[in-house]
């Protein structure tokens, strides 16, 4: 051996070989641990709920049935007076007195209520006092007119009998003029005499019918102006009239709460006065049925386990909180009907048809008629389905499609349910 060369330590490593691994046996257990995993997860699916989970307590259900669809609503209905008169102030004023109390039955010119108005009152002595005044301008006038007349008059009868003096003397000197005693220049003297008288009465002809025209006109209009003062008069006294206010019509004073003190203004409600005997029923009915009714439509009010004959005297279109106004009227009064009273009344719509029917009800509404909630293969589960709706009453609705006879429905309310497809009903 060389002592130089380096020592070199004898392993085994020269005499190892390289086995491969073999993996099928971690394929097998892999496949397994998958397969188990996929066996769990199948059972899982089977055991989760098939849809939202409600508890079977809560809600209802009903079968889709056939039968006789009444095509009519329930609704509850006030007592109205059948004639009302409202009273509304015509004059402002403070309250003096109040003689009536609401409630009570009045007869057609009581006294209510009494107002103080200072300024009507001063208008009234205003016009009282043109009034006087302009009666002394006609009375002047007619005594002026009187008095031209009766001058003129004395004054024609001057000058006519002048006139007649001076036809008496021109025919005289005529005659004497032809017998050659006078001159014919006193001739011409006498007829110029006569000529002057019959001017002076043309003259005073001309001027006194003007004269007696003029004062006739004025007096026409002073006149004139005194009957409209006279009209203007009554009205304001009218007015003031109208501060004792009376009742306008008989009947039962209603709303009717005014204090003594209090100011009224012009046009202000006060109250009204109701028809005590004759009644009418007022009644919300849903929106659903706006293009339904029709004035005239026959309908039955309960009172004290009888049945009245009504019919569907007004309509009022406006909706209000999803609800519109009907008013109705009776064929025959009843007794002892009282105003405020409430009485369920059955208005008909139309007549009745068979029909595949369901329960009217909330559920509905929430869905707004266009699906429900059916019944599967497993009992316990309802999937949503669309429908389609014709006729609604209070307790019916009229199925057109998509629903067959004997179906279950879930018939409570949809609302809890949000957008939920299926329910399952947890026992």
Known sequence: MNANKPHLAVTGAAMDSHVPQRHGKKIAYACAALLAVLLAGYGGLRLLPKGLQVAAGEVRIASVERGMFLDNISVRATAVALNSVLLDSMESGRVEEVIARDGAVVRQGDLLFRLSNTQRHLELLQRQSEYAQQITNLSN????????????????????????????????????????YISAQALEESADKLALQQQLLKDLQASSATELAIKHDAVTQMEGALTRLQSGLRLVTATVDALAVRAPVAGRLT???????????????????????????????????????????????????????????????????????????????????????????????????????????????????AWVLVQGPDADTYQRRNIRLGRRSNQQAEVLSGLALGEKVIVSGYAQYGKAERVQLRR
């Open 141 to 180: 006038l007619r005594v002026s007119y009187e008095a031209s007349r009766t001058d003129a008059a004395r004054r024609f009868a001057d000058l006519e009998f002048n006139l007649a003096q001076a036809h008496k003397l021109h025919d005289r000197n005529s005659r004497l003029q032809q017998q050659a």
């Open 255 to 369: 709303d009717f709460r005014l204090q003594v003190g209090e100011i009224v203004r012009p046009d202000q409600h006060l109250g009204r006065i109701d028809d005590p005997l004759h009644f009418k029923l007022a009644a919300q009915v849903d929106e659903y049925y706006l293009n339904r009714v029709a004035v005239g439509h026959r309908a039955v009010a309960q009172l004290k386990e009888q049945s009245y004959a009504a019919r569907l005297s007004r309509i009022y279109p406006q909706i209000k909180d999803g609800r519109f106004a009907v008013e109705l009227e009776f064929e025959q009064q009843p007794e002892a009907l009282s105003p405020g009273r409430s009485l369920d009344v059955n208005i008909t719509l139309g007549e009745p048809a068979p029909a595949l029917l369901l329960p009217n009800g909330a559920y509905l509404n929430d869905s707004g008629g």
